[in-house]
């Protein structure tokens, strides 16, 4: 499985800026700076836990898949999104298209009027999404009855 480069530059950088971070607060401050470090640390860490258990909690009342409308959730995507951001904009979790644990992950919105979205995460990131509107909506607006 080959990662995105961007992916593995930021799971390498994170630790070693923690560490750098925790080593300059002892040099300055000596053990009150590790501590000030260490605690600034552990609240931006706790900070990123709160905000998934809020958007998990407001998914977890919706039916899989589900969203309000699939046109404006298509218009809000953007390339590189997190899935964790698309379920905060869905609050909802996507329904699995792709087979568990593997990459690329895809996922689908369905709105009330059947239409769709389909998105493709590889390595947690969005890379592609496709808006689908049902067929028969689309000739029922186009044709209207006579007077």
Request: overall charge positive.
């Amino acid at each position: 499985m080959r990662q995105n480069p961007g992916m593995r530059i930021q799971n390498i950088l994170i630790p070693i800026a923690s560490v750098l971070l925790v080593m300059a607060g002892y040099r300055v401050w000596g053990w009150a700076g590790v501590a000030l470090a260490a605690g600034g640390l552990m609240l931006w860490l706790l900070l990123h836990f709160t905000r998934l258990m809020h958007v998990l909690k407001r998914a977890a009342d919706s039916p899989l898949g589900y969203v309000g409308s699939a046109v404006m959730l298509q218009v809000k995507l953007k390339s590189g999104m997190t899935l964790m951001h698309v379920v905060a904009l869905t609050r909802a979790l996507g329904e699995p298209l792709s087979p568990p644990d593997s990459q690329p992950e895809i996922f689908r919105w369905t709105d009330p009027s059947d239409s769709s979205v389909t998105c493709e995460f590889l390595q947690g990131k969005l890379v592609r999404w496709e808006l689908r509107r049902p067929e028969a909506a689309e000739e029922g607006a186009t044709t209207r009855p006579g007077p």
